[in-house]
């Protein structure tokens, strides 16, 4: 196998960053929850803080196996706080979104520099993509679905397992 070609690392070591990223605005989400007394979703979505990390070092495995130096750069806070917990779901959904628009990039770069161990690692990245569309339009449809305080407070005890069980489901 020849080296990495400068775009793609490039390429890769931008997703690397947008995964850590994401991980820090999933932070910022949990926060957002932990200070409004909803706990079930805060917990959720430090999950999401920590997988977005992992997905980092995916990556980042891969730069260094291929002998190229993973960079972390300064990661930009969330541009605006929510207001409901309705922004929030969907603010996840967008951050989502974005990502796997990030996925696609790569491997088109993947592609274009005929770089198959890049092409397959990332092969996982956009069939996790698929699943995590999947969560977070399935958790703005919930929340939307909420209509009093009492049912959002509802809502909050059960997330959690309502959405693993839709990612066990689709193991
Ligand atoms: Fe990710
Ligand atoms: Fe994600």
Same mark, same amino acid.
């Given at each position: 196998?020849?080296?990495?070609?400068?775009? *793609?690392?490039?390429? *890769?070591?931008?997703?690397?960053?947008? $995964?850590?990223?994401? +991980? /820090? /605005?999933?932070?910022?989400?949990?926060?957002?929850?932990? /200070?409004?007394?909803?706990?079930?979703? !805060?917990?959720?979505?430090?999950?999401?803080?920590?997988? =977005?990390?992992?997905? !980092? @070092?995916?990556?980042?495995?891969?730069?260094?196996?291929?002998?190229?130096?993973?960079?972390?750069?300064?990661?930009?806070?969330?541009?605006? &706080?929510? $207001?409901? *917990?309705?922004? #929030?779901?969907?603010?996840?959904?967008?951050?989502?979104?974005?990502?796997?628009?990030?996925? /696609?990039?790569?491997?088109? +770069? +993947?592609? !274009?520099?005929?770089?198959?161990?890049?092409? #397959?690692? &990332?092969?996982?990245?956009?069939? $996790?993509?698929?699943?995590? =569309?999947?969560?977070?339009?399935?958790?703005?449809?919930?929340?939307?679905?909420? @209509?009093?305080?009492?049912?959002?407070? $509802? &809502? @909050?005890?059960?997330?959690?397992? *309502?959405?693993?069980?839709?990612?066990?489901?689709?193991?």
């Amino acid at each position: 196998m020849n080296g990495m070609s400068e775009s *793609l690392r490039k390429e *890769l070591n931008r997703q690397f960053n947008h $995964e850590l990223m994401a +991980a /820090h /605005h999933y932070e910022a989400l949990a926060w957002w929850c932990t /200070h409004r007394t909803l706990p079930g979703f !805060a917990r959720f979505f430090r999950k999401q803080a920590g997988e =977005e990390r992992e997905h !980092a @070092d995916r990556i980042g495995r891969h730069l260094i196996d291929r002998g190229v130096e993973p960079r972390v750069e300064a990661l930009p806070a969330p541009e605006s &706080l929510p $207001e409901s *917990l309705l922004e #929030v779901a969907r603010y996840a959904r967008r951050l989502e979104q974005n990502n796997s628009r990030g996925i /696609h990039a790569a491997y088109e +770069a +993947a592609l !274009a520099a005929r770089d198959y161990p890049a092409q #397959v690692m &990332l092969h996982w990245f956009i069939r $996790e993509q698929v699943e995590e =569309e999947a969560w977070t339009a399935e958790m703005v449809g919930r929340v939307e679905a909420a @209509d009093c305080a009492g049912a959002l407070l $509802e &809502l @909050d005890r059960h997330i959690e397992k *309502l959405l693993e069980q839709r990612e066990e489901q689709g193991d």
